[in-house]
């Protein structure tokens, strides 16, 4: 899809995330090509793509993640509020705040369900006990997980079952406050109960966070709503309403993969 | 059935009587192996044992030696042992792990960490008799230290340096990256990623190394006995020259002394060593598994 570029300042301001030609390389391999790609803010868009397609690279060049991997490189550019969030200068501390991150397995930090949910905001400075327990009890609520921990917080978080651990591991990122939420194939470990429950805690977030949902599930990607974005092969191929996307690809690779012959 | 599948059956069954036959001689073998090993550790300790218990009592163990040794204790070599094996490991316990986090955490892997991990691999197998004579001339001449626990604990030092530095590294890199992507993605710096996940996470690891090199130290004969000296005397500062326990015990036996005190000397030797073995083996990772961290 190559919906326009960008149109000048007035527009800037209604989206949160704008690609513009982006482009990601890991050594000589593109993994991901020119994609142009708005985010509106406080909305939900889903990424979906087989395997391969650069969808976790595109989640991982948002909090700058990728910086870890040796050889990587970008061309393009990749805007937060406006500002390239690999411009010279940038504070990459403050990006990874400002954009939280769930990754695939829920996976506790090896330390108390509290401890887990108080790290990032200890880490950026907040030390007093009453203000970290206020945005634990904050955080584990809006995950919808505090009425099943409160009374186990200094328990270790393993001991939490496998949807527990994946609403604790968003409970720790709503602890540092973000206004951007990456999830990256969030729900993949987990049964369909669980599952559930993490779509549901999505349509509620989106109201007040900018939400990027990967997953290679079409029908996941139908059941959240929101905006659909498909990749393929590194490539952006379709961009749009979820209802959109799911009745009427324009894509012929779309509808392919939505309807199961390729993935 | 035709002959020729009757054949091949009762092939088929000769293949499976000798393979059985080769699984018993190999279990045979390596359990005899296994007992060999275990056996050859109980004689040397009860060969010793039997020879130096009879030496020690608390008087042994807290009175000076008399006549050179042949008469009177061994405490003034526990002392310089205790005190030189704290300062050795006070120096090269932070130097090492700090270069393995440095190594594992803020290198990428390129030629200058492969030179340093050539580097300190080449000095874990370097004798420690030229550590001790490194050491001799580095720190008790040149630097001018002369023979002295600072000498001494130096010398030790570098000797044990690379131990920490690789299980410290080992211990590092067993420590799962994804809790690492959590603490950076959560805006954490390195170094609070560092201190905050993976050295508690390394933590069991690191101190069993450090255990280790703790036993390598009271033990090592070599690498003292040209830097720490052999003095008698109990020492009153970091500048006093000391005799360790093995190097009492060398000097006892070599120069026949008295060996009943010698035996006595090796006994406590062992024992502690046995002791520090055991600490980390049981203790170490029992400790650290009861506060909440987990492996």
């Given at each position: 899809m190559r919906e326009g570029r960008y149109e000048g300042s007035a527009s800037r301001a209604n989206f949160k995330i704008e690609a513009i030609d982006f482009s990601y390389f890991y050594g000589e391999l593109r993994?991901?090509?020119?994609?142009?790609l708005r985010v509106r803010k406080n909305s939900l868009v889903t990424i979906m793509g087989p395997t391969g397609s650069g969808k976790t690279t595109f989640l991982r060049a948002l909090n700058r993640l990728n910086d870890l991997v040796d050889n990587s490189s970008h061309s393009?550019?990749?805007?937060?509020?406006?500002?390239?969030?690999?411009?010279?200068?940038?504070d990459v501390g403050a990006l990874r705040r400002k954009v939280g991150m769930v990754f695939a397995l829920p996976t506790?930090?090896?330390?108390?369900?509290?401890?887990?949910?108080?790290?990032?905001?200890?880490?950026?400075?907040?030390?007093?006990?009453?203000?970290?327990?206020?945005?634990?009890?904050?955080s584990l609520k809006a995950a919808a997980l505090w009425d099943e921990v409160k009374d186990r917080l200094d328990m270790p978080a393993r001991q939490l079952s496998g949807g527990q651990q994946q609403r604790l591991a968003l409970a720790r990122v709503l602890a540092v406050e973000p206004e951007v939420i990456l999830l990256d194939e969030p729900t993949s470990g987990l049964d369909p109960i669980s599952t559930l429950r993490i779509e549901e805690l999505m349509n509620q977030?989106?109201?007040?966070?900018?939400?990027?949902?990967?997953?290679?599930?079409?029908?996941?990607?139908?059941?959240?709503?929101?905006?659909?974005?498909f990749f393929y092969l590194g490539e952006l191929v379709e961009f749009g309403p979820a209802a959109e996307v799911f009745t009427r690809p324009r894509d012929k690779r779309t509808e392919d993969y939505i309807t199961g012959k390729v993935g | 059935?035709?002959?020729?599948?009757?054949?091949?059956?009762?092939?088929?069954?000769?293949?499976?009587?000798?393979?059985?036959?080769k699984e018993k001689a190999a279990v045979t073998l390596l359990s005899f192996a296994a007992l060999i090993t275990a056996a050859v550790l109980v004689f040397v300790f009860v060969y010793i044992m039997a020879r130096g218990l009879a030496a020690i009592d608390l008087e042994f163990l807290l009175s000076s030696p008399v006549k050179m040794g042949r008469e009177g204790?061994?405490?003034?070599?526990?002392?310089?042992?205790?005190?030189?094996?704290?300062?050795?490991?006070?120096?090269?316990?932070?130097?090492?792990?700090?270069?393995?986090?440095?190594l594992t955490e803020y290198t990428r892997e390129g030629w200058f960490s492969k030179v340093v991990r050539l580097g300190t691999e080449s000095l874990a197998g370097i004798p420690s008799i030229?550590?001790?004579?490194?050491?001799?001339?580095?720190?008790?001449?040149?630097?001018?230290?002369?023979?002295?626990?600072?000498?001494?604990?130096?010398?030790?030092?570098?000797?044990?340096?690379?131990?920490i530095v690789r299980t410290?590294?080992?211990?590092?890199?067993?420590?799962?990256?994804?809790?690492?992507?959590?603490?950076?993605?959560?805006?954490?710096?390195?170094?609070?990623?560092?201190?905050?996940?993976?050295?508690?996470?390394?933590?069991?690891?690191?101190?069993?190394g450090i255990v280790l090199a703790i036993g390598r130290s009271i033990g090592e004969t070599a690498a003292v006995i040209f830097t720490a000296g052999s003095s008698l005397r109990v020492p009153h500062s970091l500048l006093d020259p000391v005799r360790t326990l093995p190097v009492h015990f060398y000097i006892l036996a070599r120069e026949g002394i008295s060996s009943r005190n010698a035996y006595g000397t090796a006994a406590v030797l062992l024992v502690a060593v046995l002791l520090v073995d055991f600490v980390a083996h049981f203790v170490v990772g029992r400790l650290f598994r009861g506060r909440g961290g987990e492996r």
């Open positions: 993994a991901l090509k020119k994609i142009n393009g550019k990749l805007l937060l509020d406006g500002e390239d969030v690999y411009a010279k200068g940038t506790p930090l090896p330390m108390t369900i509290f401890e887990n949910v108080a790290y990032g905001p200890r880490k950026k400075g907040v030390s007093s006990r009453a203000a970290l327990e206020e945005l634990v009890e904050r977030l989106k109201r007040s966070y900018t939400i990027i949902f990967v997953t290679h599930n079409p029908q996941q990607a139908a059941r959240l709503q929101g905006e659909v974005a | 059935m035709n002959p020729r599948a009757e054949s091949l059956v009762s092939k088929e069954r000769v293949v499976r009587q000798v393979n059985l036959r204790g061994i405490f003034p070599a526990i002392v310089g042992t205790l005190v030189l094996t704290a300062v050795s490991i006070l120096v090269a316990a932070p130097l090492g792990v700090g270069a393995a986090v440095f030229i550590f001790g004579l490194f050491g001799f001339s580095f720190f008790v001449i040149y630097l001018g230290m002369g023979w002295s626990i600072l000498a001494g604990a130096l010398t030790l030092a570098c000797m044990i340096l690379p131990t410290s590294e080992e211990a590092i890199k067993s420590v799962p990256s994804i809790y690492r992507e959590i603490s950076l993605a959560l805006g954490a710096s390195r170094w609070q990623t560092v201190t905050g996940v993976v050295l508690p996470q390394a933590a069991p690891g690191i101190a069993t």
